[in-house]
């Protein structure tokens, strides 16, 4: 254990040899969440968040020793939702990631991967902050390593449960997204988040939908709307009260409950969706607030929707 409180595998004297029969109580333990992703996007940030809510983290770890953790910890009362940090260090990563949860699912556990990605102008920027190279940058360009990982890690991406962009998140912002969509009730089927954002900060990387408002009169040309947000009322009601964003409203709430039975028969348990506007501060949140409301009776269908407005308060 090191002085943070964060489990160090070199220092755990853990026998990895032949794997032990599953405990009875490991069966159907859902709370098992692998967190990789892109170097610099913060892995070690999000496992620490999950850390300070009681999950046990530990960082650094072999894709290959997943399963033996699963099976060290399935039995204890204090470790029942876990949570690994692991990143590229292994040549045989994505091989090796990929048999490990396939193993987890055969023996009954039903694991999470959660991608930290952030953009590659964000990741040259911290990389260069902290004066250190990229692990896959070898003798070339920062910017090349951040490329050979993307390739590296593409398959791991389109396939995760979830993708968390922290580009535009500082840590309490980070923190906050993480206890929405991966705290809760464990019930819940379906998380979907309604994100409001500014086309001109980029469109979020973990989006899934994106909804472009761009089209409706703009309150920030409006010198009594433009001090406001989406949020108070004189802005709520100029963008909701036009016939055409409502129009635009019906169909994207039309939409989304389509395609949110898809993703229940699918057993797609993440979606975001990206509604923007140019600066993310008008239009796409008054729009995601209301499409919030709209679609709140899905949680009688176990649904449970969170909303974000990511750019709110950068002007």
Same mark, same amino acid.
């Given at each position: 254990?090191?002085?943070?409180?964060?489990?160090? *595998?070199? %220092? +755990?004297?853990?026998?990895?040899?032949?794997?032990?029969?599953?405990?009875?109580? &490991?069966?159907?333990?859902?709370?098992?969440?692998?967190?990789?992703?892109?170097?610099?996007?913060?892995? #070690?940030?999000?496992?620490?968040?999950?850390?300070? $809510?009681?999950?046990?983290?530990?960082?650094?770890?072999?894709?290959?020793?997943?399963?033996?953790?699963?099976?060290?910890?399935?039995? =204890?009362?204090? $470790?029942?939702?876990?949570?690994?940090?692991?990143?590229?260090?292994?040549?045989?990563?994505?091989?090796?990631?990929?048999?490990?949860?396939?193993?987890?699912?055969?023996?009954?556990?039903?694991?999470?991967?959660?991608?930290?990605?952030?953009?590659?102008?964000?990741?040259? +920027?911290? /990389?260069?902050?902290?004066?250190?190279? !990229?692990?896959?940058?070898?003798?070339?360009?920062?910017? =090349?390593?951040? $490329? +050979?990982?993307?390739?590296? @890690?593409?398959?791991?991406?389109?396939?995760?449960?979830?993708?968390?962009?922290?580009?535009?998140?500082?840590? !309490?912002?980070? &923190?906050?997204?993480?206890?929405?969509?991966?705290?809760?009730? %464990?019930?819940?089927?379906?998380? @979907?988040?309604?994100? &409001?954002?500014?086309?001109?900060?980029?469109?979020?990387?973990?989006?899934?939908? *994106?909804?472009?408002?761009? /089209?409706?009169?703009?309150?920030?040309?409006?010198?009594?709307?433009?001090?406001? #947000?989406?949020?108070?009322?004189? *802005?709520?009601? /100029?963008?909701?009260?036009?016939?055409?964003?409502?129009?635009?409203?019906? !169909?994207?709430?039309?939409?989304?409950?389509? %395609?949110?039975?898809?993703?229940?028969?699918?057993?797609?348990?993440?979606?975001? *969706?990206?509604?923007?506007?140019?600066?993310?501060? !008008?239009?796409?949140?008054?729009?995601?607030?209301?499409?919030?409301?709209?679609?709140?009776?899905?949680?009688?269908?176990?649904?449970?929707?969170?909303? /974000?407005?990511?750019?709110?308060?950068?002007?």
């Amino acid at each position: 254990m090191t002085t943070d409180g964060r489990t160090d *595998v070199t %220092a +755990r004297r853990i026998d990895l040899g032949e794997q032990p029969p599953v405990p009875p109580g &490991a069966v159907g333990r859902s709370d098992v969440v692998i967190l990789t992703g892109m170097s610099g996007a913060g892995r #070690t940030t999000a496992g620490d968040v999950l850390e300070d $809510r009681g999950w046990y983290v530990v960082d650094n770890l072999p894709p290959a020793m997943i399963v033996r953790l699963m099976d060290l910890t399935a039995d =204890d009362p204090q $470790r029942q939702r876990v949570a690994v940090v692991a990143d590229v260090r292994s040549r045989d990563f994505t091989n090796e990631l990929a048999g490990a949860m396939q193993t987890l699912g055969e023996r009954g556990w039903r694991p999470r991967v959660v991608f930290v990605d952030s953009s590659d102008e964000t990741l040259v +920027r911290r /990389f260069e902050a902290v004066r250190r190279p !990229h692990p896959l940058q070898g003798e070339g360009l920062l910017l =090349d390593g951040i $490329r +050979r990982e993307r390739r590296m @890690l593409g398959d791991i991406r389109s396939d995760a449960d979830l993708v968390l962009d922290t580009s535009n998140y500082n840590v !309490h912002e980070l &923190a906050a997204k993480i206890d929405a969509l991966l705290g809760g009730d %464990a019930d819940v089927r379906l998380r @979907l988040a309604i994100m &409001a954002f500014g086309f001109k900060y980029g469109i979020p990387l973990d989006a899934d939908v *994106v909804l472009d408002l761009r /089209f409706l009169p703009n309150p920030y040309w409006n010198p009594e709307l433009r001090p406001h #947000t989406g949020r108070d009322a004189p *802005v709520r009601d /100029f963008v909701l009260g036009q016939d055409l964003a409502q129009e635009y409203i019906r !169909h994207a709430e039309h939409l989304l409950r389509t %395609a949110v039975q898809g993703y229940l028969a699918e057993g797609r348990r993440y979606v975001t *969706v990206a509604v923007g506007c140019t600066g993310g501060k !008008h239009r796409s949140v008054a729009t995601a607030e209301e499409l919030t409301r709209r679609l709140a009776d899905l949680q009688e269908q176990d649904v449970q929707i969170s909303t /974000f407005h990511r750019d709110l308060g950068r002007e």
